[in-house]
């Protein structure tokens, strides 16, 4: 006798380990999980460290991907952009700061040119009769002399002074000019203006001066001075550094009004010429006659008898096409500066 069939059409014989098997539909197990490409977690990393290699390796990862069907493509996109915002961001900064620095370079530049100004030069103006302030010797009087380097180079081959402290004695120093028109007498105010005694001692025992023109002459009522100093004999020459003011112009606090209010230089002062507060250099002044000027020029000496004797000669000339500040019509040569 046969068997009879099960119910519902049986059932299918068992399979090794007790489970259907795929031909029925059901799976034998899960689809391995793809892996992330590298590259992508190192574009990511880089672009935080160093972004031009998150931006290398990012492309790199995009293409490994493409090709090889690998996880990592959120990643590599995100090194990418951040990467590529990091390097734009420098970008900028460094251009701004570029820009930055060229104007402070010709900012800096404008002052140590005395904002501009190419004559170093002295310029008069209307006043009462006010006479320089009373010397009251600062604290800081020769303490630390400065001769910093200028943009400019030197109109002859000079070396600055020495930097840094400097003694105010002896009070006085005797000094000459010897030129073509006469010899010039001076007793230089060492005790007043130490750090400008030593630049122009400097500048004579090197011989900056010999054989140099004076280049302006002034005959007005109110500037009656010869300056000197400048190898080129164009107003625009000096030794190559600048260096402070010193008396009448310590006597002021820098903010005080008084410091534009001009002053007598009286006849037979010795002062510096300059072209803005600390921009002495080289060039000097002889006032053979009393001077209104503001207290911003470096009282550093006196003139003697003999001395205002030769530059009233030289006055006498006047000034090249009958101007009243220019060239003198009697050229006059330094041969030599000696001091001591």
Do not use: W
Not at 91 to 120: H, K, Q, S, Y
Request: charged fraction near 15%; proline fraction near 12%; glycine fraction near 12%.
């Amino acid at each position: 006798m046969s068997t009879p069939p099960p119910p519902y059409g049986g059932h299918p014989p068992p399979q090794p380990g007790g489970y259907p098997g795929p031909q029925y539909g059901y799976p034998v197990g899960y689809p391995p999980q793809r892996a992330t490409n590298s590259l992508a977690i190192v574009s990511l990393v880089c672009a935080f460290l160093f972004a031009p290699l998150g931006i290398l390796f990012g492309h790199m990862s995009l293409s490994q991907i493409k090709k090889t069907g690998e996880e990592g493509r959120g990643l590599a996109i995100a090194g990418l952009v951040i990467s590529y915002l990091l390097v734009v961001m420098t970008v900028v900064v460094v251009v701004v700061g570029f820009v930055f620095l060229v104007m402070l370079a010709r900012t800096l530049e404008d002052f140590d040119n005395g904002t501009g100004l190419r004559d170093p030069g002295i310029t008069a103006a209307p006043a009462p009769d006010i006479p320089l302030p009373p010397f009251d010797p600062p604290e800081t009087l020769g303490s630390n002399c400065q001769y910093p380097a200028t943009t400019e180079a030197p109109s002859r081959p000079v070396k600055p002074p020495q930097m840094g402290r400097t003694p105010t004695s002896p009070a006085s120093i005797p000094a000459g000019i010897v030129t073509d028109r006469g010899d010039i007498g001076l007793t230089l105010d060492n005790e007043k203006a130490p750090c400008t005694v030593r630049n122009f001692t400097s500048l004579a025992q090197q011989g900056f001066f010999d054989q140099t023109r004076c280049h302006r002459l002034s005959v007005r009522t109110d500037l009656r001075v010869l300056q000197c100093g400048d190898p080129t004999a164009t107003g625009d020459g000096g030794p190559g550094y600048r260096f402070p003011n010193e008396y009448p112009s310590n006597q002021y606090r820098l903010t005080d009004p008084a410091m534009t209010t001009p002053v007598v230089y009286p006849r037979g002062t010795l002062a510096m010429a300059n072209s803005g507060p600390g921009t002495n250099g080289s060039q000097f002044f002889l006032v053979y006659g009393d001077s209104v000027l503001p207290p911003t020029y470096t009282v550093f000496g006196t003139i003697d008898a003999r001395g205002l004797a030769a530059l009233e000669k030289i006055a006498a000339g006047g000034v090249a096409g009958g101007a009243q500040d220019g060239k003198p019509v009697t050229a006059v040569t330094i041969e030599s500066v000696k001091v001591g």
